[in-house]
């Protein structure tokens, strides 16, 4: 059974967690549910990425897709003009991101 980008989620905010000088929460969905309904929050555009991450001094954030999964066209254009967004699809690929991160910005730590 193959896992669900939720599933996959849990595992790297527990992951992030566990790091030392990191902080990572989930960023909430564009839609809110008040009373069982669900509706648009009305600050909320379409396409924020999945994850808020501070690693050391750096802010990162993740888009959660599982094998099979695609950005959409608005992922793709407001992670264009976020930056620093990182598409994942397991825990190895955040480590590889954070190593990404710590050679870039503290190459001496490696």
């Known amino acids: ?30 839609r ?14 379409r396409g924020i990425p999945d994850i808020y991450c501070r690693y050391h001094a750096e802010t990162l954030f993740f888009e ?7 950005l959409s066209p608005s992922q793709v254009k407001i992670h ?5 967004v ?5 825990i190895d690929e955040v480590k590889a991101v954070l190593r990404l991160i710590d050679f870039l910005h503290y190459p001496t730590s490696l």
């Open 1 to 30: 059974m193959k896992a669900t980008e939720s599933v996959i989620e849990i595992a790297i905010l527990h992951y992030l967690n566990l790091l030392d000088d990191t902080f990572a929460f989930k960023i909430p969905d564009q």
């Open 32 to 45: 809110e549910c008040r009373d069982g309904i669900y509706k648009k929050h009305p600050y909320m555009p």
């Open 64 to 70: 959660v897709k599982t094998d099979e999964g695609r």
């Open 80 to 84: 264009a003009k976020m930056g620093n």
């Open 86 to 90: 990182y598409t994942v699809r397991n």
